[in-house]
């Protein structure tokens, strides 16, 4: 089938039924016009593809509710046998067949697909809604199941998750229907409340509503994505909100100030040893104290994941929803977040990865590998660039995230022997089978495999790189170092793979300060 418009429908279901649904190709092609990014490329192909999944089922629901001529209702059931189909693995419709896949990754059940295509369904014999309790009812059938796909593709469908989701896609719909008036008018269906209307006088839906009750209804909107905000950005406001709107502390209150807070991660940063400290003093004084902030963070992140202690996972949800003005980690947080404009998910992500590290995840696929690292250390490089600034954010965010996939690779390279030690694996265990390495008895073929991951990683990094130029002197300066050391590292550690296993392999400090002065005056490599 493939370029055809069409997949005829199943005739057994209704014998007299003639309408076609909507085939693969021209379903997905309308995720270049949504208001939102289907599946950034930023993102791991894996979970590229089951967003990908997820809005083609959505999208072809919607379709056969909205668009298909003839018979909707029974499309729409052939569609949901289909979907019975699917989680036998036996669909026919192509992004059917993609649901099959998705299942099988996640275990997603097949409920929230079933609830999309009630919502069509209801469509079909609804027009009006009396109340906004009538209304959001709908959306628990129409939006919020999207929500908790997304989730689920994700790993993270938690109760609590869903239920800020629910919050979010109810707001989101909320958001569609008053951009669609118009729209929805001409299909016949009308998504405001029956009362609301009455009460803001409100007639014809032809001319513009009213603003008085485009602001109540935005309100509700606000409120709602509010209400299932991220932790990451109730913690922003928390935090800022306590750090900085006080103003001076007054006598037996503590209240850590912002030179303070700066200066005591600064502290960490260079306690550390981290490579990247040379590269971060390169940069203007507000940008070094920030990014010492986030390193200080993140540090904190995986001391807990490193200790050993006991309720790790809880330890680490606590600071999703930390908020301390008196913790000088978090004091110099909230500033930098409240001069800067951050990519907040990044901290989410950052702490997700922690804790696949205490649960002790392994990785069958590099896929897997990947999106791990995207979390521990692709979020460090979209929250450095919130700080650096770029010509072109969406773009310089998708490259930090590369640069951080071949520093995280680079590290997994160097620290096999003590990852080992403390029970972890991070090399793809399809690398493992392919070059019949067994890491306990390491054998002739773990050079081979040691370079393997090393020339992936310079790929990752010549990626990367590319970030460069989007930046400002001072900063393309300091990545240019950070980068330069690790790849240093990473030709040391292919000259001589074996020494992984028995010690940390490192660069001099006369080396890291070489490659700063190069960096600082535009000629590292």
Request: net charge negative; aromatic share 8%.
């Amino acid at each position: 089938m493939s370029g055809a418009r069409f997949v005829r429908l199943d005739r057994s279901v209704t014998a007299s039924r003639t309408s076609d649904v909507p085939a693969a190709e021209p379903v997905l092609a309308k995720a270049r016009h949504e208001n939102f990014p289907v599946a950034l490329r930023v993102l791991p192909r894996t979970l590229r593809r089951r967003l990908e999944a997820i809005y083609g089922f959505a999208r072809l629901v919607d379709d056969i509710g909205d668009e298909l001529p003839g018979d909707r209702e029974a499309a729409l059931d052939w569609l949901e046998d289909d979907l019975r189909r699917a989680f036998r693995g036996e669909a026919e419709h192509p992004l059917l067949q993609r649901v099959t896949v998705l299942a099988r990754e996640t275990g997603v059940g097949d409920e929230p697909f079933r609830r999309l295509i009630e919502a069509n369904r209801i469509d079909q014999r609804k027009a009006t809604y009396a109340t906004w309790d009538e209304l959001a009812e709908y959306c628990v059938y129409s939006a919020n199941p999207v929500g908790e796909l997304v989730l689920a593709s994700l790993g993270a469908a938690t109760p609590e998750r869903v239920r800020l989701s629910d919050d979010v896609c109810t707001a989101l719909q909320l958001a569609e229907h008053l951009q669609d008036v118009p729209e929805d008018l001409d299909r016949g269906r009308v998504y405001m409340p029956a009362d609301e209307l009455e009460r803001f006088g409100v007639t014809d839906l032809r001319s513009p509503l009213p603003h008085e009750f485009v602001a109540f209804e935005c309100a509700r909107g606000r409120d709602l994505l509010a209400s299932g905000s991220p932790p990451s950005r109730r913690w922003k406001r928390a935090a800022v909100s306590r750090a900085t709107a006080h103003g001076p502390p007054r006598r037996g209150r503590c209240c850590v100030q912002p030179a303070d807070a700066y200066r005591a991660c600064a502290v960490i940063a260079r306690a550390s040893g981290t490579s990247f400290y040379r590269g971060m003093r390169l940069l203007p004084k507000p940008k070094r104290d920030a990014l010492f902030a986030i390193y200080a963070f993140a540090r904190r992140v995986d001391d807990i994941a490193d200790d050993g202690g006991e309720h790790r996972l809880e330890r680490l949800e606590a600071l999703r929803r930390r908020a301390d003005a008196d913790d000088p980690v978090f004091a110099a947080l909230a500033d930098v977040c409240a001069r800067y404009a951050m990519p907040l998910d990044a901290f989410d992500d950052l702490i997700d990865g922690a804790e696949m590290d205490v649960r002790g995840t392994t990785y069958v696929t590099f896929d897997q590998l990947e999106a791990y690292c995207r979390r521990v250390a692709g979020s460090i490089g979209r929250l450095s660039v919130g700080i650096f600034g770029a010509t072109e954010r969406d773009r310089a965010l998708e490259l930090a995230d590369e640069l951080g996939v071949g520093f995280q690779l680079t590290n997994i390279v160097r620290d096999v022997a003590e990852d080992l030690a403390n029970g972890r694996v991070y090399l793809p265990r399809e690398d493992l089978e392919a070059f019949g390495v067994d890491l306990e008895r390491p054998g002739e073929g773990f050079a081979a495999l040691v370079r393997f991951e090393s020339e992936r990683a310079e790929r990752w990094y010549d990626q990367g790189m590319e970030l460069l130029p989007l930046l400002d002197r001072a900063s393309a300066a300091s990545v240019a170092t950070m980068a330069s050391a690790y790849r240093r590292l990473l030709r040391r550690i292919e000259r001589e793979p074996e020494a992984v296993l028995t010690r940390r392999v490192s660069l001099p400090s006369w080396e890291k300060g070489w490659v700063a002065a190069r960096s600082l005056v535009g000629a590292a490599r």
